[in-house]
C-alpha cells in the first residue's frame, strides 16, 4: 500500500533562513509527488508536482523538491524562508484509481524573526 | 473565478443529528472527492466520484454517504454523526481521473459533533 512519512512534525527557522522539508514514500510504481500548503484557516494549495522528467521540480512562492528514486524521497527546499511561509506543510502521492492523493501527516513550519 | 465552495465553513451538532454538508465546483471537473483531517494524521480519502451517478469508497467511508447528481455538486451527508467524526473536511475536484492530476480543494468545513 502506498504510504508517505514526513518525519518532523514541526520545523522552526529564522526568517532568511533556508528550508528543508522531508518527504519520504512508499508507492511500487513511478509516483506522482506533490507538495501543499495550508496556511491556518485556509484550504490547500499546491507548491508543486512531480511526474517525470528532470528531478528537480520548481513550484510557486520560490520553491523548489527534488525526487531521488534510490532515497524513495521528495524534500521540499527554499533557500531564503519568509514569515509568510508559516503554515503546514503536506507532501502526498497520487495513488492510482479513484485520484486519490494518500498524504502524509504534515510538517507545521515556523518562522522566528 | 475557478473554485471550490463548501457549506457550511463550521459546523456544531449533536450526536445523531443528520447534517449535510455542500460542495459545489465551477470548473466543470469530471472528479470529485472528500477528504477528512486529523491530527498527526494528514488527510485520509472518504469517497470519491469519477463523474454523475458513479460514486466508490475512500479509505475511511464508515459513517458517511455521499451523491453525485449534478456534475458541480457533491454533498457529504453524515446519517447520525457521532463525536468521532469531530474533524475537518475537505471537498476537491480535478478535471479527470487519473493519479498525475492536480486536486483543487475548498476552503474547508471544520464539524464538531457534541
Known amino acids: 500500500a502506498q504510504s508517505v512519512t514526513q518525519p518532523d512534525i514541526h520545523i522552526t527557522v529564522s526568517e532568511g533562513a533556508s528550508l528543508e522539508l522531508r518527504c519520504n514514500y512508499s508507492y511500487g510504481a513511478t509516483p506522482y509527488l506533490f507538495w501543499y500548503v495550508q496556511s491556518p484557516g485556509q484550504g490547500l494549495q499546491l507548491l508543486l508536482k512531480y511526474f517525470s522528467g528532470d528531478t528537480l521540480v520548481q513550484g510557486i512562492k520560490g520553491f523548489e523538491a527534488e525526487f531521488k528514486r534510490s532515497q524513495s524521497s521528495f524534500n521540499l527546499r527554499k533557500p531564503s524562508v519568509h514569515w509568510s511561509d508559516a503554515a503546514e506543510y503536506f507532501c502526498a502521492v497520487g495513488a492510482g484509481y479513484g485520484n486519490k492523493l494518500v498524504f502524509g501527516a504534515g510538517t507545521i513550519l515556523r518562522v522566528k524573526s | ?114
Open chain 2, 1 to 114: 473565478e475557478a473554485q471550490v465552495t463548501q457549506n457550511p465553513r463550521y459546523l456544531i451538532t449533536v450526536t445523531g443529528k443528520k447534517l449535510t454538508v455542500t460542495c459545489s465546483q465551477n470548473m466543470n471537473h469530471e472528479y470529485m472527492s472528500w477528504y477528512r483531517q486529523d491530527p498527526g494524521l494528514g488527510l485520509r480519502q472518504i469517497y470519491y466520484s469519477m463523474n454523475v451517478e458513479v460514486t466508490d469508497k475512500g479509505d475511511v467511508p464508515e459513517g458517511y454517504k455521499v451523491s453525485r447528481k449534478e456534475k458541480r455538486n457533491f454533498p457529504l451527508i453524515l446519517e447520525s454523526p457521532s463525536p468521532n467524526q469531530t474533524s475537518l473536511y475537505f471537498c476537491a475536484s480535478s478535471p479527470t481521473q487519473g493519479a498525475g492530476y492536480e486536486q483543487y480543494f475548498g476552503p474547508g468545513t471544520r464539524l464538531t459533533v457534541t
